[in-house]
Nanobody
Framework: QVHLVESGGGSVEAGGSLRLTCAVS????????MGWFRQAPGKEREFVAA????????HYLDSVKDRFTISRDNDKNTAYLQMNSLKPEDTAVYYC??????????????????WGQGTQITVSS
């Protein structure tokens, strides 16, 4: 079984910072791309940030560039999202997402993706 467990959510005033953590459990899964999405009330889920296995490639939603930083520690199977200068419009449930390969049997892998359960971020003005 593969699980993505998020932590670090909470409430903060505008201008504050939070750091989200996404821990991947399950030795059978190789997470090549890890990312974060968010969903505000009444809105569609949207992409926030993603990072490649080597961390050489990172992508961000335009509105969070220069404020959010995604990183990962492959030894710990963990990804992070450092969020600075938070704004009320960043309020949403944040979901961790991972794409990669899951070991099925022997040396056979299958493409897979997984989602975390979500963690609430509330930014007050």
């Amino acid at each position: 079984q593969v699980h993505l467990v998020e932590s670090g959510g909470g409430s903060v005033e505008a201008g504050g910072s939070l750091r989200l953590t996404c821990a991947v459990s399950g030795r059978t899964f190789m997470a090549y791309i890890m990312g974060w999405f968010r969903q505000a009330p009444g809105k569609e889920r949207e992409f926030v940030a993603a990072i490649s296995w080597s961390a050489n490639t990172r992508h961000y939603l335009d509105s969070v560039k220069d404020r959010f930083t995604i990183s990962r520690d492959n030894d710990k199977n963990t990804a992070y999202l450092q969020m600075n200068s938070l704004k009320p419009e960043d309020t949403a449930v944040y979901y961790c997402h991972a794409e990669g390969l899951t070991l099925v049997s022997g040396s056979t892998y299958t493409p897979s993706e997984y989602w975390g359960q979500g963690t609430q971020i509330t930014v007050s003005s």
